[in-house]
């Protein structure tokens, strides 16, 4: 614009500069009929006049230039969003040919969260996968108490009843998102009932359902870990039934439970084993059959695993919550060979 703009001021410049001089030469015509002056020639008006309207074609033209310039660069970045379109419609309609070609099971499976899992942070994300023939997704959730009123002053959860059709999804995708916040009224304080419903292309559907447990606007986040047996200082020997079983409990906002177990002498390692009695042992283990929203954990040690070694082992169990904090607590057993 501000081109265009230049261009329009200095032919209007020219414009102006030709009429003066016209009308010099004119005025000074007429006052030459009274002056012992030399006409001008008429060849002279008539080149320069030639010479400014030139000037301003050639500045006309350099301009057109650099617009023209600008022009075809835009139309090749818009030849490029047509093709790039393009490629993603031809994408669309080859996986809505393999969603109608699909002749599979009708399936519909979540992936995350665990059923029952607790959170103390939102929004909390659903993840799941689905056959490609699926043509929609539809989740109802609900929660809270129908009789609490959303002005209360946190004595009950508010209630939900919400129904929502997943508007980012389409026919031949396999893979789905869902969110749940406080705000967007399909999440409350509380225990939460999600279902999840797949609608097929052959006019079928198929449906799963979880719970979770929000602490979001229900007052103090009860994170804890606890360990409840073996007893702190307990001892045990190799006749001693093994593995040694460590049994515990988290809130259900725990996403995972990490175990450091140290022992021994730092100085006596394995190498040096027939120099000094407590071989040192040091590892760091996530349990991985614990998910977020299990209540107990189970842990094991054994010397062949490198967790447990002669004397004092002391073992700190970590649970990370949801929200980010961790919280920790430790239990030390003496293993011991008999003489």
């Known amino acids: 614009m501000s081109q265009e703009k230049n261009l329009k001021n200095l032919v209007w410049i020219l414009i102006v500069i030709i009429l003066l001089t016209?009308?010099?030469?004119?005025?000074?015509?007429?006052?030459?009929?009274?002056?012992?002056?030399?006409?001008?020639?008429?060849?002279?008006?008539?080149?320069?006049?030639?010479?400014?309207?030139?000037?301003?074609?050639?500045?006309?033209?350099?301009?057109?230039?650099?617009?023209?310039?600008?022009?075809?660069?835009?139309?090749d970045l818009e030849e490029k969003v047509e093709?790039?379109?393009?490629?993603?419609?031809?994408?669309?309609?080859?996986?809505?040919?393999?969603?109608?070609?699909?002749?599979g099971e009708?399936?519909?499976?979540?992936?995350?969260?665990?059923?029952?899992?607790?959170?103390?942070?939102?929004?909390?994300?659903?993840?799941?996968?689905?056959?490609?023939?699926?043509?929609?997704?539809v989740v109802k959730a609900t929660g809270g108490d129908p009789n609490c009123n959303e002005n209360t002053d946190g004595a009950c959860a508010k209630y939900i009843n919400d129904t929502y059709t997943l508007a980012s999804f389409e026919l031949g995708d396999d893979s789905f998102i869902y969110r749940a916040k406080y705000e967007w009224d399909n999440l409350t304080g509380g225990m939460n009932n999600y279902k999840f419903t797949a609608h097929f292309d052959d006019g079928s559907s198929k449906s799963t359902e979880l719970s979770i447990e929000s602490y979001v606007n229900a007052g103090a986040i009860p994170s804890m870990i606890s360990v409840s047996?073996?007893?702190?200082?307990?001892?045990?020997?190799?006749?001693?039934?093994?593995?040694?079983?460590?049994?515990?409990?988290?809130?259900?906002?725990?996403?995972?439970?990490?175990?450091?177990?140290?022992?021994?002498?730092?100085?006596?390692?394995?190498?040096?084993?027939?120099?000094?009695?407590?071989?040192?042992?040091?590892?760091?283990?996530?349990?991985?059959?614990?998910?977020?929203?299990?209540?107990?954990?189970?842990?094991?040690?054994?010397?062949?695993?490198?967790n447990l070694t002669t004397g004092d082992n002391s073992y700190t169990f970590t649970a990370h919550f949801d929200d980010g904090s961790t919280e920790s607590t430790t239990r030390t057993i003496n293993y011991y060979l008999p003489f």
């Open 83 to 103: 093709d790039l379109e393009e490629e993603k419609e031809e994408a669309k309609e080859e996986e809505k040919e393999e969603a109608v070609a699909y002749e």
């Open 106 to 137: 009708n399936f519909i499976n979540l992936i995350s969260p665990n059923d029952g899992a607790g959170f103390s942070t939102e929004p909390i994300e659903f993840t799941g996968k689905v056959s490609p023939n699926t043509e929609k997704i």
């Open 22 to 75: 016209v009308s010099f030469i004119v005025y000074d015509k007429v006052l030459s009929v009274d002056k012992d002056v030399t006409p001008l020639e008429p060849e002279l008006d008539t080149e320069v006049i030639e010479e400014l309207e030139e000037k301003v074609e050639e500045a006309k033209e350099d301009e057109d230039d650099e617009v023209k310039e600008l022009e075809e660069k835009v139309e």
């Open 229 to 306: 047996s073996p007893a702190d200082g307990s001892s045990f020997d190799n006749t001693s039934s093994l593995p040694i079983e460590f049994t515990g409990a988290v809130s259900k906002n725990t996403t995972k439970i990490v175990v450091t177990a140290t022992g021994g002498d730092p100085n006596c390692t394995k190498d040096l084993d027939y120099l000094c009695g407590n071989i040192y042992m040091k590892d760091v283990y996530t349990l991985n059959n614990f998910a977020h929203g299990d209540e107990s954990f189970v842990y094991r040690a054994k010397p062949e695993w490198g």
